[in-house]
């Protein structure tokens, strides 16, 4: 029998601001991709890794939207710390 570890995730404040002045159809969009992301043996095959001093964190395409995370491996968390268009999501600071 194999055990599968099972990541959750989790949204820092600022990134539930974000994401709460997002409409609610790409609202429940973005969650519905998570809820699909966290049923992977491994989470980060469906992102990319960022470069240069973002190199830490990994970036999510749902549709128009960008979702920027971290991953804490010794949990099994994805930290969700930005969520904005494809346009302004690297313009801000994390």
């Not at 820092?12 to 709460?20: F, I, Q, V």
């Not at 997002?22 to 973005?30: G, L, M, N, R, V």
């Not at 190199?55 to 991953?71: A, I, P, Q, T």
Request: glycine fraction near 4%; include cysteine; aromatic fraction near 12%.
């Amino acid at each position: 029998m194999v055990l599968i570890k099972k990541w959750s995730y989790a949204f820092t404040e600022k990134a539930k601001r974000e994401l709460s002045k997002i409409d609610k159809s790409t609202q429940k969009q973005i969650l519905q991709y998570f809820e699909g992301a966290i049923n992977t043996p491994n989470p980060r095959v469906k992102g990319s890794a960022l470069k240069g001093n973002l190199r830490s964190y990994w970036r999510y395409r749902v549709g128009d939207y960008r979702v920027v995370c971290r991953f804490e491996d010794a949990v099994l968390t994805i930290i969700l710390v930005k969520v904005a268009h494809r346009r302004e999501v690297y313009t801000k600071e994390m």
